[in-house]
């Protein structure tokens, strides 16, 4: 029965639910760091990104009382606002055992003299009858709640503050100037490699073909250093040039072995008439081997650029840490060290730095799956 023409496998429905689990499981934590990157940091801090449309109840840490002092018939009163913003008071308190000890509009004895009172708006008034010039202010609990609010000022902050932002724009520029060439300049030598391997008969073809599927395990950090001192002994150093040598090193072989297995399942008869027609290797590679190879193309494009993007170990090696020069990745890892308590700067920071991606990725997602199934059927 479970061939029946309508009807789907058991296998075909645990297939379809684990694709909707792996979507959730990406798209879920996106869509919070989106959300997150328009709240404010106290909202990150006292709720979930799911709870961004409702109205928000939370005990805020404590508050020191701060105000001028003005006497007003025989004792002194300090008046002003708790919190700003469009705050509503719940329950409040002055020590942290009981933070909800007293309502809105309650007045609280706190002894020597002085009397505290809080209202749902969060302004309150501090009366004493000796001068509190000199002294220590008390601190309150507040339990309020506040409506859904979203802001542009993270971003703001984040693209055009040199000091907030820790120059997060600057190192957006140098990722762009990494990885834009270091996605063109492997497909360009790997074409012509993949063609060679693919089409052109030569002594010792096999054992390179062997070579380059060879080269796709060996780790990248065995390299890092060796390649580094030879940098160095050549005269390239540390710049951009030598991290565009190395990630084009490092993507070569998965580039070649891609694209070779792409050309190699290209019908035959269209290149033997192109021969016979008088037609050179390098015309038949320009004019059909490549439009014909454009999902496979596309496909390392995105495995590459994604790859470069995301990097952090071998812009470091080949760039450095120095701020002119450092990338988003290296920028992101020094605000969670510098900035770790501002949840809304690294959010927003943080879905910058996927913001391209995810525009590269469903740009050319279409030529993915073609790409990497070439040559798997014949």
Request: no cysteine.
């Amino acid at each position: 029965m479970d061939n029946i023409a309508g009807t789907k496998s058991s296998l075909t429905w645990a297939v379809h639910i684990s694709v909707v689990i792996l979507v959730a499981l990406w798209l879920f934590p996106t869509v919070g760091l989106f959300v997150s990157s328009f709240r404010t940091g106290d909202q990150i801090s006292s709720s979930g990104w799911w709870q961004a449309l409702s109205t928000q109840q939370a005990q805020l840490p404590a508050i020191r009382v701060e105000g001028d002092e003005t006497p007003t018939g025989g004792a002194f009163v300090i008046e002003g606002e708790l919190i700003a913003g469009d705050n509503t008071v719940s329950a409040w308190g002055t020590s942290s055992r009981a933070p909800q000890a007293y309502e809105p509009g309650d007045t609280a004895d706190l002894g020597d003299g002085q009397t505290l009172l809080i209202n749902e708006d969060a302004t309150f008034v501090l009366t004493s009858s000796e001068t509190t010039e000199g002294t220590r202010l008390p601190r309150v609990f507040l339990t309020a709640s506040s409506p859904p609010e979203f802001t542009l000022d993270n971003y703001r902050e984040v693209l055009t503050s040199s000091t907030a932002g820790a120059g997060i724009l600057q190192s957006f520029i140098n990722t762009l100037t990494v990885s834009i060439p270091a996605t063109v300049i492997p497909i360009l030598i790997a074409a012509f490699a993949a063609y060679a391997l693919a089409w052109m008969e030569f002594p010792g073809r096999a054992l390179l073909i062997a070579a380059v599927v060879g080269l796709l395990v060996v780790p990248l950090q065995l390299a890092l250093i060796p390649l580094l001192q030879f940098h160095n002994t050549i005269g390239i150093g540390k710049g951009y040039l030598g991290v565009w040598m190395a990630h084009t090193g490092f993507g070569l072989p998965l580039a070649i072995y891609l694209l070779r297995n792409y050309m190699v399942g290209l019908p035959r008869d269209i290149i033997e008439n192109a021969k016979v027609d008088g037609a050179s290797d390098f015309q038949i590679f320009v004019k059909i081997i490549l439009p014909l190879s454009f999902p496979a193309l596309a496909s390392f494009a995105i495995f590459q650029f994604l790859w470069t993007w995301n990097d952090l170990l071998v812009a470091l090696v080949f760039l450095g840490a120095d701020d002119e020069s450092l990338v988003l990745t290296g920028r992101l890892v020094n605000l969670l060290g510098s900035r770790g308590g501002e949840w809304e700067i690294l959010a927003t920071s943080a879905f910058i730095s996927i913001a391209v991606p995810l525009v590269v990725f469903f740009a050319m997602q279409r030529y993915l799956v073609r790409g990497l199934l070439a040559g798997s059927v014949k």
